[in-house]
Nanobody
Framework: VQLVESGGGLVQPGGSLRLSCEASGSIATFYLIDWYRQGPGKARELVAR???????QYGDSVKGRFTISRDNARNTVYLQMNSLKPEDTAVYYC??????WGQGTQVTVSS
């Protein structure tokens, strides 16, 4: 199964974006799916995680602003990002344990 990220773009501080992670096959069997990001000159960091049970976890820097969700019928995982800040600028990736890293989707937060 491959995961393909989309939905990135340029947004002003305080704005919102919704990222999508579409799988080429079923995601129903994935125990967990993660969203990571890598900003310029920074290490890759875990942003959000969703388990097959629906339980979610978030990095401290995005708690209260980002929401991860999954739609098994559409084989898609979403990342709703609100109250965006310039420091959220990064390439965002989705990843499951058995999948390869994709190309990611660029998010730029700037006025």
């Amino acid at each position: 199964v491959q995961l393909v990220e989309s939905g990135g773009g340029l947004v002003q501080p305080g704005g919102s974006l919704r990222l999508s992670c579409e799988a080429s096959g079923s995601i129903a069997t994935f125990y967990l799916i993660d969203w990571y990001r890598q900003g310029p000159g920074k290490a890759r960091e875990l942003v959000a995680r969703i388990f097959s049970t629906g339980e979610t976890q978030y990095g401290d820097s995005v708690k209260g602003r980002f929401t991860i969700s999954r739609d098994n019928a559409r084989n898609t995982v979403y990342l709703q990002m609100n109250s965006l800040k310039p420091e959220d600028t990064a390439v965002y990736y989705c990843k499951a344990v058995s999948t390869a890293w994709g190309q990611g989707t660029q998010v730029t937060v700037s006025s």
